[in-house]
């Protein structure tokens, strides 16, 4: 599902594809500007979204084997609630 089909979906239920998009749009730059101020997003059931550190660090390059300084940096991290795997595992019905 991409987000086309996901805003067709959310237009079923409110009856407006216009209202889907503004809804859908508004979620998702709410929850990343968040995030990318180091905010958490806590959806009870659902999940958190929050942001997380990688340290520098010394990598490979596989096809020449030279050693390569990879600086630090800062990237969005998602850790589902336990309603989304247990609905994901079977375990649980959706309501």
């Given at each position: 599902m991409n987000k086309r089909d996901l805003i067709d979906a959310i237009s079923e239920r409110l009856g407006d594809k216009k209202s889907a998009t503004e809804a859908l749009n508004a979620v998702l730059e709410t929850i990343q500007s968040a995030v990318a101020s180091g905010d958490k997003v806590a959806i009870t059931g659902f999940g958190v979204f929050e942001k997380s550190e990688r340290p520098a660090r010394t990598a490979r390059n596989p096809a020449t084997g030279a050693a390569i300084?990879?600086?630090?940096?800062?990237?969005?991290k998602f850790r589902p609630g336990a309603d989304f795997k247990a609905l994901v595992n079977g375990d649980k019905s959706k309501d």
């Open positions: 300084e990879v600086p630090k940096s800062s990237v969005p």
